[in-house]
C-alpha cells in the first residue's frame, strides 16, 4: 500500500531469499509451522493508519460502555458461563478489510472483533524475522507504540504474568501440540517462560489447580486462556479432572466468556462509518432488504467461519429457527492493494490489544496481516496461490 515501501521490499525479494526466511523459523522451531506464511508484509501508510485509529477508537468506544455487558449477556451460551470473569476482557483483535471509499481512499471496514487472544508472540517472533531476510524501510515498526522488540516482550510478561512465577501460569489449549498455532505457544515459552498445558493434564483439587512437570505438581495461579468451547465440543467422551465451568482459584488472562461478549454478537451494537450495516435477522421482523445480494449470513455461535453464507435467499432468512442468533451483513469488497509480482491482492489487517485489568483502555501492541486471492480470506479459498497467508503488518511512523 505504502508505493516506496513496496518497491523497495519486491526488488528484493527472492524465491531463494523466501525459501531461507521460512527454513529459518521451521529451524528454530523445529515441526511447529503449521500454515503458510505469506511473501510480503503490509507495508500500512500513515493515511491509512490514522483511520484504521479512528475505526479502533469509535469501536472501543462502544466496549467501554457501561451498559456494554448488559447487553451482551446474552452472547454466552447456557451452560458455557464460566466463573470468575473479570470487568473487560484481557485482549482485544479487530480485523479490518483494506477497501476503497467511494472517492478511491483506501479506508477500512470492520470485518471481525474478538475478545481473545491472537498470536502475540509469533508476530513479533515473524516480525524480526523479516527484518532478518528482507529490506524493510527505515521508518517503519511492526511494534505500534514505536518501541523495541525487548520492550514488547516486557509489556507481554506484565499483561500475561502480572509478576507470577512463569512456572504457575500456564497456556490453557485442548492438545495444543496439534493447533494450527502452536507455533505461537513455542515462542510464547521462549519469550516469557509459559508451558503450554493440554487441558486434559490439569488436575483439580478442590478450587485448585496443578499441572505436572518433571515429576513436580505446579500449582496454577493465573491461565493464559487459549482454548475455546467450539474445539473442547470435538472431544465430547474426554473425561478429566478440571471442567472449564469449575469454579477454580486462579486469575484468568483472556477469560472465557469474553470470547462470547466481544465477537460477532457485537457487531449489531457498533455504528461508524468503518462498520458495514449489520443487525440480527431478528430485528428485520421479516422485511429483509430488497439487495439480498449485497449482504452475507453469519451464525452467531459458529466460529472460524464455519456456517457463513455468501449467497442468500429471502426463504434462507424466512426459514431461520432461531434469528436472534444470525446476523445480516453488508457485504464489504475487498480492494485487491498489494502489489506481488503477478499482480494486486487483497489484505485483512488485524489491530491486537492488550488490556490489563486496572487499565481504563486497552492498549495497541502488535498487528497481523493476512494475504489473499480468494474470495475470502482463508486456507480454503488460496491453495495453490502464493503471495498469500499469514503475515505482519510495517507502519509508517
Known amino acids: 500500500m505504502h508505493k516506496q515501501a513496496r518497491e523497495a521490499f519486491n526488488q528484493s525479494f527472492t524465491e531463494e531469499k523466501y525459501q531461507e526466511f521460512v527454513t529459518s523459523m521451521q529451524h528454530t522451531f523445529p515441526g511447529q509451522l503449521d500454515f503458510r506464511v505469506a511473501e510480503t508484509p503490509v507495508f500500512v501508510p500513515k ?27 446474552r452472547a454466552v451460551p447456557a451452560g458455557q458461563n464460566v466463573p470468575g470473569e473479570n470487568a473487560h476482557s484481557s485482549f482485544l483483535a479487530i480485523d479490518f478489510a483494506i477497501c476503497k471509499d467511494e472517492t478511491g481512499e483506501l479506508i477500512p471496514q470492520l470485518i471481525e472483533l474478538q475478545g481473545f487472544p491472537s498470536v502475540f508472540g509469533y508476530q513479533s517472533f515473524l516480525s524480526e524475522s523479516f527484518k532478518k531476510y528482507f529490506h524493510i524501510l527505515d ?26 512465577d512463569p512456572e504457575q501460569v500456564i497456556l490453557l489449549e485442548i492438545y495444543p501440540e496439534l493447533q494450527k498455532t502452536r507455533i505461537d505457544f513455542a515462542v510464547t515459552e521462549a519469550m516469557l517462560g509459559v508451558k503450554a498445558v493440554c487441558y486434559t493434564k490439569l488436575i483439580r483439587e478442590g478450587k485448585k489447580l496443578f499441572y505436572e512437570k518433571d515429576g513436580r505438581r505446579i500449582q496454577v495461579k493465573r491461565i493464559y486462556n487459549r482454548l475455546i468451547f467450539d474445539d473442547l465440543q470435538n472431544y465430547p467422551d474426554l473425561k478429566t479432572s478440571y471442567r472449564f465451568t469449575d469454579e ?20 449489531p451494537f457498533l455504528k461508524s462509518r468503518y462498520v458495514p450495516e449489520t443487525r440480527f435477522v431478528s430485528e428485520y421482523d421479516g422485511m429483509f ?18 456456517g457463513v453464507q455468501l449467497n442468500i435467499q429471502e426463504s434462507d432468512l424466512q426459514s431461520l429457527k432461531d434469528p436472534e442468533n444470525y446476523i445480516l451483513q ?18 485483512e489487517i488485524r489491530m491486537m490489544y492488550g488490556w490489563e485489568d486496572n487499565a481504563a483502555e486497552p492498549e495497541l501492541l502488535i498487528s497481523l496481516s493476512r494475504l489473499s486471492r480468494g474470495e475470502m480470506i482463508g486456507v480454503r479459498f488460496n491453495k495453490d496461490f502464493t503471495w498469500v497467508g499469514g503475515s505482519a503488518g510495517f507502519f509508517e511512523i
Open 47 to 73: 493515511e491509512l493508519i490514522t483511520k484504521i485509529a479512528q475505526a479502533s477508537g469509535e469501536i472501543i468506544s462502544t466496549l467501554l460502555s457501561p451498559d456494554f455487558k448488559e447487553k451482551t449477556e
Open 139 to 164: 521508518g517503519f515498526e511492526y511494534v505500534l507504540d514505536g518501541g523495541s522488540e525487548a520492550g514488547y516482550i516486557e509489556k507481554l510478561k506484565k499483561l500475561i504474568l502480572a509478576g507470577e
Open 248 to 267: 477454580v482459584d486462579v486469575a484468568w488472562v483472556g477469560h472465557p466468556n469474553w470470547f462470547f461478549r466481544i465477537s460477532k454478537f457485537s457487531m
Open 289 to 306: 432488504p430488497a439487495d439480498l445480494e449485497n449482504y452475507v449470513l453469519k451464525p452467531l455461535f459458529s466460529f472460524a467461519g464455519s
Open 330 to 347: 453488508r457485504k464489504v469488497k475487498y480492494e485487491p492493494v498489494i502489489l506481488a509480482p503477478d499482480g494486486l491482492i487483497k489484505c
